[in-house]
T-cell receptor, first 114, second 113 residues
Framework: DGGITQSPKYLFRKEGQNVTLSCEQN?????MYWYRQDPGQGLRLIYY???????QKGDIAEGYSVSREKKESFPLTVTSAQKNPTAFYLC?????????????FGQGTRLTVV | DAKTTQPNSMESNEEEPVHLPCNHS???????IHWYRQLPSQGPEYVIH???SNVNNRMASLAIAEDRKSSTLILHRATLRDAAVYYC??????????????FGTGTRLKVLA
């Protein structure tokens, strides 16, 4: 079955360490997105990528980095520069053409930094 | 970017219709209105979308104001499984074939048995 997979579901890290969250999709989607979700707030866009080897900053990109070396994969690195990294992180993908509208989300990764 | 505004929470009785409002007064002409819902500890799932005309699908209906500055998601008969956070989202075109989804804070729907 096609889908979008995030791993791991729960992740714990010590303060000051970089950590990479995985996002893989086998839907043949061109566009992929990373969001952060905090209690009482809507999803906020971190980075997005429209095509392989290209990505753009979202609204809260500081302290994060991404890569898009393969169409299927869009890993997110939370660096030590991110001041409040503890959050629920969601990855999404959609077909790249203008006619497609539905985004598919992964199950999320809950990152806790201690 | 345009933004959406929704009530923080709503309650409904089971088997009754639910109308979830959303304001998006700064919407631009090319922004689509999307609704997603999110169950606890899961990613959001698509519910419905529209541009100008009202839309119906098997999950819900979407009523869009004539000036497009507001919309309403309608669940015709709420069930306990419809309890979730409902997000009204604008899908905004950012040029070069790039789209962004702009989320609001969502409405937490509680369904009472």
């Amino acid at each position: 079955d096609g889908g979008i997979t995030q791993s791991p579901k729960y992740l714990f890290r010590k303060e000051g360490q970089n950590v990479t969250l995985s996002c893989e999709q086998n839907l043949n989607h061109d566009a992929m997105y990373w969001y952060r979700q905090d209690p009482g707030q809507g999803l906020r866009l971190i980075y997005y990528s429209q095509i392989v080897n290209d990505f753009q900053k979202g609204d809260i990109a500081e302290g994060y980095s991404v890569s898009r070396e393969k169409k299927e994969s869009f890993p997110l690195t939370v660096t030590s520069a991110q001041k409040n990294p503890t959050a629920f992180y969601l990855c999404a993908s959609r077909r790249g053409d203008a006619g497609s509208t539905e985004a598919f989300f992964g199950q999320g990764t809950r990152l806790t930094v201690v | 970017d345009a933004k959406t505004t929704q009530p923080n929470s709503m309650e409904s009785n089971e088997e009754e219709p639910v109308h979830l409002p959303c304001n998006h007064s700064t919407i631009s002409g090319t922004d689509y209105i999307h609704w997603y819902r999110q169950l606890p500890s899961q990613g959001p799932e698509y519910v419905i979308h529209g541009l100008t005309s009202n839309v119906n699908n098997r999950m819900a209906s979407l009523a869009i104001a004539e000036d497009r500055k507001s919309s309403t998601l309608i669940l015709h008969r709420a069930t306990l499984r419809d309890a979730a956070v409902y997000y009204c989202i604008l899908r905004a075109y950012r040029g070069s074939g790039t789209y962004k989804y702009i989320f609001g804070t969502g409405t937490r729907l509680k369904v009472l048995a």
